[in-house]
């Protein structure tokens, strides 16, 4: 026999059997513990709606007992009871209820100090309705993307009905149920009705039915996302129709929330659907179309039935479940003993999704939720209407309970009348204030229950328009974190074509923006060596490289770079500065004219992107005809450097590499190793250097003629950040600021004193003409020791800078950093504190300051 | 059975005034995917980029344009066989092409891609840089499908290319 574990007990299940009709057949009656004061909850709505039946399964909490299927070997656990839901000593919250006024934790506990830190992990771990396991890691979730032309949220009798005619009109139609379709319907003329429709709906090639899958939101759109057992369906419809149903009205009165005390479709739903008597003597209360048909149900259940007019119940009684009742009677009041008290107080629209769609004309409700209580005759017919005309505007009249004076308003959030009382007498006085202050309507059912009272509450007390409805949002049903983050991935690196070479010699990679680089290869020291006395070679693939073409082009880089670029002869490259409007550094890069009239241009790594963006803006911006290729991702890049950098290079290349053929700061297309390339010779680590750019595809093939070409060790980002900061050079991003302009880099140079208009001239020529008060300059420290970077620069006490790049230099042996400093009593210091190291301020590289080995 | 593998293919791309590239006619074995009013991107099966830029510049009669082999920029994979929409919508936010040929811009598993449906085939193309991303979304959200993954196969736009 199938069975499920309920706290370590054994407990069979039978075919149809919800996890909570399996436990109630097994005489369970406490299913969970109240939100705040530990009350015992039984079995209530049996529809979804209410928070009563939330338990954990398998270890996932508030999971709906009522709606969800036992299956065999499920481990269920009953939450927030202490020593056991049962038997929970917590209930002694509900005695001491003054002690914990609404909003109590906005008021107490503020004086000392220390005491809210010290009350929160408590009123944390007492209050709630069960626990996420924190060390557990989700599952991923999947999404997908449908696009119906019609969207049916529910499959009741309205919701087949618009379902059946759209698909008759050769519409493609999505229909989601978030149970069985009928299933939970009592036999008789609904249910009958909705399996005739089920039936023809399934015939229908161009429908599609969603079983156990609930729409939580309507956006604008319509988009609707679904939430179903295996994946998140976010659906774009042309149309959506609503058919969520009603929900029975809640009753409050005192003592409303003891087990025993079931919404009428509920009792009903257990009897008829699932064959169990919700108890042996049933009082029902009610005047609405469907209490006789309750009561009849209930009998015929075995159960002796008991009819209280609406308005003569009084109150509940019982210690941990319903005992008796107290009724209204001619003389007085009565009391009727009774284990079962059955509410038939009518309909309520399930509209949490119609207010959501407010103003969005392609959705329109169906059935009982703009027509409350409708026969199945009706149901159909308002389905078929709304499938077929788009948009009726048809809403539910907005009919509200009488006002509660006493009794648990909010199940879910606890909320008594007497705590609205209060809020009321606070000045919160209406129902969006009500709502945040008390919680009301924010649980879990998110006021499918509690939403009227409330709006009876403040209308009661002459709220007027103040008692309007409240903000429906999404989710109007729980879901998980991983049902939001369905189909999402936030972490996609992108990498380089060498990638996998980089893993098999042992890398370890770092992001870098979007890119994950090596990092280090093993020893940094070897890696370092390497480049200042052998050879060694870096994957610089990830730099931004846009080719620029159009008759325009020329014209287009001379406004966007404040270099000159029509003096850089073909064969020569440029080292230029970006400039933003503001005349601020952005990024930087190479100029490579090429033979044909185009250029090559880089960018850095960070830059790229935006740097396309920035260029293409500019073009359309001046409407100039020129091409603008992102050549990123179809070249790779490696470097060669190193005094033997030519040496290794030069027996693998079909062009002659020494200083005459390719002087420093000059560029050629050759073969390398087979490999058509174009080399740059640079020296951004400050030896010789050539940067090989060529097809992506041929990048592993080149890295490893390379590598065999004999004691070239590569190196990765935390050598070359210690090789560039020993030649002074800055990175972008991280040893400038918003506000950093080539002057105060000492990168004057770089712009064209007498050149016309670019982008950023205008600042930059204003900006000049001020004096610097700070600027990015070289600290040299006595010992191999360097501060963190980030440390504050201090001269006589003052804080006069900070810290951008430090390292200890191999090749000085000592301590170098850039910084950027500000003048001190009117002159920039010579020398400073930093770290609690004292350093002497220079200018230039720290390593070969004449440039000798770049040229070698 | 759907299936799925990467497919070889050569991108040419040529920029030039609209006017002048809705006279370009992509060779027999090409598809022609305007990304821009004036980007056209010819795509073809392996190797075809000598061919694809030479037959681009007999369509320019001379006209200024600017032509590039951006292949290697590009990794593509070929999602076929029943439920290649419903990988598809695993996917993507748009809905599969309706018909063939067709060609979409569109985000692919967060990425910025593109589509190309032609012969009963969905080719989808990222970056190559995110290649492995495409790869994993497409055997870890769709492995519920079926999907089974094929040796690495070649673009094959079909008779009715555009």
Not at chain 1, 521 to 531: C, T
Not at chain 1, 785 to 806: K, N, Q, Y
Request: charged fraction near 20%; proline fraction near 6%; hydrophobic fraction near 45%.
């Amino acid at each position: 026999m199938a069975s499920i574990d309920l706290d370590g007990r054994r407990i069979e299940i039978r075919e149809g059997d919800t996890v909570a009709s399996a436990l109630f057949r097994a005489g369970v009656r406490t299913f969970s513990r109240s939100f705040k004061y530990h009350r015992a909850r039984g079995l209530y709505c049996l529809s979804g709606d209410c928070p009563n039946c939330l338990v954990n399964v398998d270890g996932v909490p508030g999971v709906r007992a009522c709606s969800t299927p036992a299956t065999d070997g499920q481990r269920v656990r009953r939450e927030h009871g202490w020593p056991s839901v049962e038997r929970d000593l917590l209930s002694v919250l509900w005695r001491l209820d003054r002690l914990f006024p609404v909003g109590f934790y906005y008021k107490m506990l503020a004086h000392p100090r220390r005491a809210w830190p010290a009350a929160e992990p408590i009123v944390r771990r007492v209050a709630g309705l069960g626990r996420v396991d924190r060390a557990a890691l989700p599952p991923h979730r999947e999404a997908r993307h449908l696009h119906p032309d019609v969207l049916v949220i529910g499959a009741g009798v309205a919701g087949l009905a618009a379902a059946c005619a759209a698909a008759k009109r050769g519409e493609q139609v999505l229909i989601a149920d978030e149970g069985e379709p009928a299933a939970k319907l009592p036999p008789g003329a609904a249910r009958t009705r909705a399996e005739a429709l089920l039936a023809r709906l399934r015939a229908r090639e161009n429908a599609v039915l969603l079983e156990r899958a609930t729409a939580v939101g309507v956006y604008e759109g319509p988009l609707v996302p679904i939430v179903g057992p295996d994946l998140v369906s976010i659906v774009r419809p042309r149309r959506v129709v609503v058919a969520t149903g009603a929900v029975e009205q809640h009753g409050v009165f005192a003592g409303n929330d003891l087990p025993g005390v079931w919404l009428g479709r509920g009792a009903v739903r257990m009897a008829a659907v699932h064959g169990i008597a919700p108890g042996r003597k049933a009082v029902v209360v009610g005047g609405s179309p469907e209490t006789a048909a309750h009561a009849e149900a209930l009998a015929r259940a075995g159960l002796e039935v008991v009819a209280v007019e609406r308005g003569h119940l009084l109150s509940a009684h019982g210690r941990r479940r319903l005992s008796s009742v107290r009724v209204q009677t001619a003389g007085g009041s009565e009391r009727i003993r009774c284990d079962t008290l059955v509410l038939s107080l009518g309909l309520v629209p399930r509209d949490g999704l119609l207010r959501q769609a407010d103003g969005i004309p392609a959705v329109v409700g169906a059935g009982d939720v703009v027509l409350p209580g409708c026969s199945p005759d009706l149901a159909a017919e308002s389905g078929e209407k709304a499938a077929l005309t788009p948009a009726t505007g048809e809403r539910a009249e907005d009919v509200l309970p009488e006002p509660a004076s006493s009794g648990v308003l909010c199940l879910c959030e606890d909320v008594k009348v007497s705590a609205l009382e209060l809020a009321w007498q606070e000045g919160f006085r209406s129902t969006e204030l009500l709502k945040r202050y008390a919680t009301v309507t924010m649980g879990p059912c998110q006021g499918a229950l509690c939403h009227g009272h409330l709006r009876s509450f403040v209308r009661a007390r002459g709220g007027g328009t103040t008692a309007a409805a409240t903000t429906s949002r999404p989710p109007v049903r729980p879901i998980t974190l991983a049902d939001a983050a369905a189909g999402v991935h936030i972490q996609i690196d992108q990498r380089t074509a060498l990638h996998e070479r980089h893993l098999a010699i042992g890398a370890t990679m770092e992001w870098i923006g979007a890119w994950k680089r090596p990092e280090r290869y093993g020893d940094l020291l070897a890696e370092y060596w390497a480049v200042r006395r052998g050879v060694s070679i870096m994957d610089v693939g990830t730099l931004g490289k846009l080719m620029i073409g159009g008759r325009d082009a020329r014209e287009f880089l001379e406004r966007m770079y404040p270099c000159t670029v029509s003096t850089i002869a073909p064969a020569r490259v440029r080292y230029a500065l970006l400039l933003n409007e503001s005349g601020f550094i952005i990024d930087d890069g190479l100029i490579c004219p090429l033979d044909d009239g185009r250029y090559y241009c880089t960018l850095s790594t960070g830059g790229a992107e935006q740097g396309e963006a920035w260029f293409r803006n500019w073009a359309q911006y001046w409407g100039r005809r020129v091409d603008i290729v992102n050549r990123t991702q179809a070249l790779g890049a490696i470097n060669v450097a190193g005094p033997r950098a030519r040496e290794i290079l030069a027996p693998l290349c079909d062009a002659p590499l020494d200083n005459e053929a390719l002087p420093f700061m000059r560029q050629l297309e050759a073969v390398v190793a087979g490999v058509p390339c174009r080399i740059i010779r640079l020296g951004f680590v400050g030896e010789l250097s050539y940067e090989l750019h060529h097809p992506a595809s041929r990048s592993e093939e080149l890295w490893d003629a390379l590598l065999a070409a004999g004691d070239v060790v590569p190196h990765g980002l935390e050598v070359l950040r210690l090789l560039r900061l020993e030649k002074g050079h800055i990175l972008i991003g991280q040893d400038t600021e918003f506000d950093t302009t080539p002057a105060k880099v000492g990168l004057q140079a770089l712009v064209g004193a007498d050149k016309g208009d670019f982008v950023g001239k205008l600042e930059h020529d204003r900006l000049s003409a001020i004096p610097l008060d700070r600027k990015l300059v070289g600290l040299r420290f006595p010992g191999a020791a360097a501060p963190v970077e980030g440390a504050p620069l201090l001269v006589d006490g003052t804080i006069v800078g900070h810290v951008t790049s430090s390292r200890s230099s191999p090749v000085l042996e000592h301590g170098i950093a850039l910084a950027w400093l500000r003048q001190h009593h009117g002159a920039f210091p010579g020398t400073v504190a930093a770290g609690g190291l004292s350093a002497t301020v220079v200018n230039g590289p720290f390593y070969d300051p004449e440039g000798a080995r770049l040229r070698a | 059975v759907l299936e799925v593998f990467r497919a070889d293919a050569t991108v040419v791309v040529c920029h030039a005034e609209p006017a002048l590239l809705d006279a370009v006619a992509p060779p027999p074995g090409a598809f022609a995917c305007r990304i821009a009013p004036d980007e056209l991107a010819l795509v073809a099966g392996r190797g075809a980029a000598q061919e694809l830029e030479t037959r681009v510049r007999a369509d320019l009669s001379g006209e200024e344009a600017t032509i590039v082999d951006q292949t290697d920029a590009w990794a593509m994979f070929a999602v076929r066989g029943e439920g290649a929409g419903d990988a598809f919508r695993r996917l993507s936010a748009v809905p599969p092409p309706a018909a063939e040929p067709a060609f979409v811009q569109c985000t692919i598993a967060h990425v910025a891609g593109k589509v190309i449906a032609t012969d009963g085939t969905l080719y989808l193309c990222v970056p190559a840089p995110v290649a492995h991303h495409l790869h994993s979304r497409l055997l870890e959200s769709c492995g519920d499908l079926g999907l089974r993954e094929l040796p690495r196969g070649v673009f094959e736009p079909g008779e009715h290319a555009p």
